[in-house]
Each structure stands twice: as structure tokens, then as C-alpha cells.
């Protein structure tokens, strides 16, 4: 996935990357909540490893990780960002557009039984292209209707798969 | 040996229905459609379209897929070859000198030699495929669950250490990658884990959904984030051909390569991304170094070649033993158990028809791959034309359509962005997706192992160290880990060799 090589640069860089605690938090609190998880489970009598092994295993695994990635911080170890054909890691990272493929993302989950996968992917698609900085707003809604209400048929004509026709029972 | 070959005959003639046909056809059209879209490498393209083998026979369904490998790995290098800013670390050698050639008006050449090494290599690998699988896998039926277990540590440590800067973000990948496996039920004492009072959970996750989440939504997010304001420099494609020398100059490294590429792809070594980079380095010091940098297409046809012979190579372990080793094995796989199929020494003789069917498969895709790519390249370079806004919307949608229709359940979307969101952190973190990938199929199937083993041992751990095999692996993990730093010490040299040629590059543009 990486397309830079490892920069033996990296490691004498100034500065922290101090974003990575919070990755080392989650790492932290899953590792928890795994280890937590595994001592509420009951151990029956034949079985000699028991549900418990592994999730303790794999908690304990995961906090070590935490710790170490924390140290690691600390000490200025930066991460080496993923690269790829339309990334451009010379701008900062524009999160205002993130936030708003994921707003995109849950109007859907929240419409698309009530709506129907028709309507609801017709505006994840025009929401999705909006979002990420079309203004051929027209053109976007056809393609989106296009594209979900293509998809539904094909689901349903050549795989025999429903999707929730919502709105749009009976009219499709 | 004769025999294999006999079934792999047999198998032809089953894949080669006209039904059949059509099938590889179709998966090799939009495996290649999908690969050659920027930000997507083959793994994502078989993830984002298991919805469509769903009503398909496992039969079928496998031809699919093996088209959409096939195609999906082209469409990769088109892209590097095209685009010069490639998604994915085993293209990144081709379009080293492929970019170079497009640039110097060869791209026709760089493309004809990719495409006739990848039929080349995955052939012959396919072949090899067909001689080796069975025969590991009348030794695997023999193999027990401690060493079972060994191998897996071994598969799990070798792709969290081999590859990336840093082994301690591949252990973050690969322990949060066990955590989700986890999820669901323990099939000992039926007992919920970690599904916190959640009923969709409790079936355990689809790995599907955690693929194309992280994958497929991961990567759209983070492009978003950090999406190209500036155009693409896309360069302009004919039908690709090859002069007499050309193909003089192409086939000696395309079986060199080929060499490189098959044993890699066996071991779980991060798939392409070494042999394809000692291709490259081999070709260089054989070939007219004066022309490596500005476009020597002995440092395309090498690297090519060994890139698909290590995607044939992958398919032993997967068949032989259920063991995948790369991304694509285990979408793969995952595939074959949603099918009720399990994975393991026995799918060779449970269900050879299936096996065989899918290695023919492997060829005729091959071939297809030649006959349809060839004369359509100049439509795939219009592909990278797509908006980008438009581009990532239709990834979205697509991911998003793959993950309702499994259970028609809003609640797969919701876990498809949780997924996203973790896949979105792992680019800004530098964190490999591989061990992820990896942990999420193999931990439960090292749990069940292990249980395995203990059950009978009645308890005893010493049971995981008497067996002579796994006693082997465990030695070969140690050397491993131990002699890292010396493997790091050489790969350290890498970046001189890389570096050398960006620089002139860069040079070259500005």
C-alpha cells in the first residue's frame, strides 16, 4: 500500500507528531475493553484453553502496542503517511470535506429503509460528489438517480436481491 | 505430475463451457475496469464486486474471481505505467521505467510488454500452481493442529515484520486486526465476545464488509482529505505492439522475473513488492545500464513478470494449506467459506472439480486478458480521465451498495463507515493494511487450532512444541525476527538505488 521507501530521514526529524497519541489511545482502550470483555466470559469444564486465552492474549497485545507506540511519539518517531495516484501530501489535510462524505454516509443509513436504496444512493452519490468539490450539481443527481436505480434493477432482475424499494414501491 | 496435468485438462474442459466463458470474460473486463481506476488495487476489486458472484454456483463464481485477479493486476499497471504515481507497492517498480517509456512515446511498448510478461508469468506460475498445490496438500492432511498453529504465527509474523519502516505500527495493524476477529461468537461455549449486547454482531463480522470498509472506503476518505488540486498528467495511449526488438530485448527478463516471483509469491513475504524490486535490480545490472532511468523496458517486462508470477504463487498456500498470504487470498477466502466451503489440506480432495476448475480458470483468464486488453488499452487511459469528485462518489456508492445488499441492513453501512473511518486512520498513522487483513481470517482459525491441539493434549502447552514441523517453524520465526535487523541493514541500500532514479527524474521534469 506504502509507495515511499523508508526514509531513514524520518527518525531525526524535529518535531512530534503528537496526533499519534491519539491512535496510541484507541490502541489503549480497545486493548481494555478486550481484556474487560474476556473476564466477564465463563469457562466450562472440558474445555481445557477456554474463551479467555485468546482475547486476553490479543488485550494484552494491544495495550503492550499502546505503550510502546506512546514511547515511540515521544522519542519523535513520526509515521510515514500512505501515498497514492491522487494524494497529495504537500497540502495540509482538508478534514472539512472528510466530515461531510461521512455526514453524506449516515444520511443514508438513516434514510434508506424509510426511502429506498433508489432514492437514498442517488443522494449518496450526488451528496458524495458535491462533497468532494464538484458544482455540476445537475448532472450529479442524474447520474446518481442513474446509477441507483440501475443497480437496483440489476440486483433484482439478475441476482433475484430486493433492495429496499421504500418510497418507490410499486412505481419500480 | 501426469496426473496433475490430466485434471487440470479436465479442468479446462469444464471452465471452457461457453456459459463459463462468459464469466471470466466478464470478471477479467471489470476487474481490469476496476484496477485500472486510481487508488485501486486488486484486492479491493475482487472485495467491491463479491456482490455480483453472489447469486453465482462457487464455480462460476471462482472463474469470476480469477478474471478479476488477472484483470484487476493489469489494471494496475496500466495505471503505473499511465499515471506515474501508483496505489499500490507492487506497481511501484513498473512504473519506474514504465512512466519513462510513456513519457518518451513508448507507452504502447511498455504496455504490450506488461501484458504479454503477466500472460507469460501467470501461466507458467499457473502451471506450477497445478504441479506443487497437490502434492503440499497430501503432505498438509497429514499436518497437525500444533503445527498448524506454528505456521500461522509464522504467516502472521513474517508479513507484520517484512514489510513497511516500522514492524511496531505493522504489530498496532496486526493486533487490531486479531481484535476484530474476535468479534461474534466463540464457537467452543457459544458465548458472545466483544459484540457488546449488539445482535448483528453476534454472527460474527463479514469480512467483506471489513474489507471493502478498509479498502475501499478508507482510501476515498483519505484521498478526500488530501485530494490533487492540480490536474494529472495522463499521457496519451495507442494500441500497444512490439517490434522485433523490443520482444528480443523483453523475454529474457519476463522468465527471470518469473523466477523471482513465484517463490516469493508462495512464502508470506508481502507478496510482489521483493521480487519484483529484485527483478528490477537484476535486469539493471544486466541490461545497457545506460538506458535504466530513462526508460529501459527490460526494467518493465522483469518486474511485470515477477509481479504476476508471485499473484499465481499465492495460490499455493491458499489451496494446499487455507493459509492466505496476501490481501486478495483472503477476500479470497473468505469468499470460498461464505460458499460453506472451508478452507484447508482438504479442499483439494473434498472438492477438486472446484480446484481444478478455478486453476483452469486461471489460464483461460490469462488468455482473455491478452485478447481484451491489447485492443482496448486506449479505452482503459480514458478511464484515468474520470473527475475526480465523480470518481470517488461512484467508489463510495459502489462500497456502500456491496456492504446493504449482503443483509439488507442500514446497520452493514454503519459497521462499512466504522471501517472507513479505521482504514482512513491507518494511511494518516502509516499503518500496513496486510497484517489487518491477515488477522482478522486468521485469528479465529488460530484459535480453533489451538484448541485443537490443547484438547487433546488435555492441557498440556507442551503439545505445541512436540511436533517435529511446527519445532521447525518455530526456529524459523526466531531466525527470522533475529535476523531482521541484517535484512533491514540491506534493505537499506534500496532507497539508494530508487532514490538515484527519482532524482533524475525529478530533474527531468523540472
Redesign the interface.
Known amino acids: 500500500m506504502t509507495t515511499t521507501t523508508p526514509d531513514p530521514a524520518a527518525d531525526t526529524t524535529p518535531g512530534r507528531d503528537l496526533g499519534q497519541l491519539g491512535l496510541c489511545a484507541l490502541l489503549l482502550v480497545l486493548g481494555a475493553v478486550t481484556l474487560y470483555d474476556a473476564s466477564t466470559l465463563e469457562v466450562g469444564f472440558a474445555d481445557v484453553v477456554g474463551p479467555r486465552v485468546f482475547p486476553y492474549v490479543i488485550g494484552t497485545g494491544l495495550v503492550v502496542v499502546g505503550v510502546l507506540l506512546t514511547v515511540a511519539t515521544w522519542r519523535g518517531s513520526v509515521p510515514e503517511p500512505d501515498g497514492g495516484e491522487d494524494v497529495d501530501l504537500t497540502e495540509p489535510a482538508d478534514w472539512l470535506t472528510v466530515l461531510k462524505l461521512v455526514a453524506v454516509v449516515l444520511v443514508v443509513i438513516a434514510t434508506v429503509d424509510v426511502l429506498g436504496w433508489a432514492v437514498s444512493g442517488a443522494v449518496l452519490f450526488a451528496g458524495a460528489a458535491w462533497a468532494l468539490g464538484s458544482r455540476t450539481l445537475v448532472r450529479d443527481v442524474l447520474v446518481g438517480i442513474v446509477l441507483a436505480v440501475a443497480s437496483w434493477y440489476v440486483f433484482f432482475v439478475g441476482l433475484g436481491i430486493p433492495l429496499t424499494p421504500g418510497v418507490l414501491d410499486g412505481i419500480l | 505430475m501426469m496426473d496433475n496435468l490430466d485434471l487440470l485438462w479436465g479442468g479446462l474442459a469444464d471452465a471452457a463451457s461457453p456459459m463459463n466463458l462468459l464469466y471470466a470474460a466478464i470478471g477479467v473486463f471489470l476487474g481490469t475496469f476496476i484496477g485500472v481506476l486510481?487508488?485501486i488495487g486488486p484486492a479491493m476489486a475482487i472485495a467491491l464486486l463479491l456482490?455480483?458472484t453472489?447469486?453465482l454456483d462457487p464455480t462460476s463464481a471462482f472463474i469470476m474471481f480469477a478474471g478479476i485477479y488477472y484483470g484487476g493486476m493489469f489494471g494496475g499497471s496500466t495505471?503505473s505505467i499511465l499515471?506515474n504515481?501508483?496505489?499500490?507497492?507492487a506497481s511501484?517498480i513498473t512504473a519506474m521505467e514504465g512512466n519513462k517509456m510513456a513519457r518518451a512515446g513508448r507507452g504502447a511498448q511498455a504496455l504490450a510488454t506488461a501484458a504479454v510478461g503477466s500472460f507469460i508469468a501467470g501461466t507458467i506460475g499457473t502451471l506450477l500452481v497445478a504441479l506443487f498445490a497437490p502434492a503440499l496438500a497430501d503432505v498438509a492432511v497429514e499436518i497437525g493442529a500444533p503445527s498448524y498453529f506454528a505456521l500461522m504465527v509464522l504467516a502472521l509474523v513474517m508479513t507484520t515484520t517484512v514489510l513497511?519502516?516500522?514492524p511496531?505500527?505493522g504489530?498496532?495493524a496486526?493486533?487490531?486486526g486479531?481484535?476484530i476477529g474476535?468479534v461474534g461468537l466463540?464457537l467452543?461455549?457459544g458465548?458472545p465476545?466483544?459484540t457488546f449486547g449488539i445482535t448483528q454482531l453476534v454472527d460474527r463480522l463479514d469480512i467483506v464488509v471489513v474489507a471493502v470498509g478498509i479498502f475501499a472506503l478508507g482510501?476515498?476518505?483519505?484521498?478526500?482529505?488530501?485530494?490533487?488540486?492540480?490536474p494529472?498528467h495522463i499521457i496519451p495511449v495507442g494500441r500497444p505492439w512490439m517490434g522485433r526488438d523490443d520482444w528480443r530485448r523483453s523475454w529474457k527478463p519476463w522468465l527471470r522475473g518469473t523466477a523471482y516471483g513465484f517463490p516469493f509469491g508462495t512464502l508470506p513475504a508481502g507478496g510482489a513488492e521483493i521480487p519484483t524490486f529484485l527483478s528490477y535490480v537484476t535486469e539493471r545490472r544486466l541490461g545497457r545500464t545506460d538506458e535504466f532511468g530513462k526508460g529501459a523496458i527490460e526494467g518493465v517486462a522483469g518486474p511485470e513478470a515477477a509481479n504476476n508470477a508471485s499473484a499465481a504463487g499465492m495460490f499455493v498456500p491458499m489451496l494446499a494449506l487455507g493459509l492466505p498470504v496476501t490481501a486478495t487470498a483472503s477476500v479470497m477466502l473468505s469468499a470460498l467459506q461464505s460458499y460453506g466451503i472451508q478452507p484447508g489440506p482438504q479442499l483439494m480432495s473434498d472438492h477438486a472439480d472446484l480446484v481444478w476448475t478455478l486453476l483452469a480458470s486461471l489460464l483461460i483468464g490469462n488468455v482473455l486478458l491478452l485478447v481484451l486488453n491489447l485492443p482496448l488499452a486506449p479505452l482503459w487511459a480514458k478511464l484515468l480521465r474520470i473527475?475526480?469528485?465523480?470518481l470517488?462518489?461512484?467508489i463510495?456508492?459502489f462500497a456502500?451498495?456491496g456492504a446493504?445488499?449482503t443483509n439488507?441492513d442500514?446497520f452493514d453501512?454503519?459497521l462499512?463507515?466504522v471501517f472507513?473511518?479505521l482504514g482512513?486512520?491507518m494511511?494518516?498513522?502509516?499503518?500496513?493494511?496486510?497484517p489487518l487483513i491477515l488477522g482478522v481470517i486468521l485469528?479465529p482459525l488460530?484459535?480453533t487450532k489451538?484448541?485443537e491441539a490443547?484438547?487433546i493434549s488435555?492441557?498440556d502447552y507442551g503439545v505445541l512444541v512436540r511436533e517435529p514441523l511446527a519445532v521447525v517453524v518455530y526456529v524459523v520465526i526466531v531466525l527470522f525476527v533475529v535476523g531482521r535487523p541484517l535484512l533491514s541493514r540491506w534493505?537499506?541500500h534500496?532507497?539508494e538505488v530508487?532514490?538515484g532514479v527519482d532524482d533524475k527524474e525529478k530533474e527531468g521534469i523540472s
Request: glycine share 10%; aromatic share 8%; with cysteine.
Open positions: 486510481p487508488g456482490p455480483v453472489y447469486s495505471t499515471l504515481t501508483p496505489g499500490e507497492s511501484v513497511g519502516a516500522s511496531l505500527r504489530f498496532a496486526l493486533f487490531l486479531l481484535a474476535l466463540d467452543n461455549t458465548q465476545r466483544l482510501e476515498a476518505l483519505w484521498v478526500a482529505a488530501h485530494l490533487r488540486r492540480k494529472v473527475p475526480r469528485p465523480q470517488y462518489a461512484g463510495l456508492f456502500c451498495l446493504y445488499a439488507l442500514p453501512i454503519g462499512l463507515l472507513g473511518l482512513l486512520m494511511r494518516r498513522f502509516g499503518l500496513p493494511v496486510l485469528g488460530m484459535e489451538l484448541r490443547m484438547a488435555d492441557g534493505r537499506r534500496e532507497p530508487l532514490d
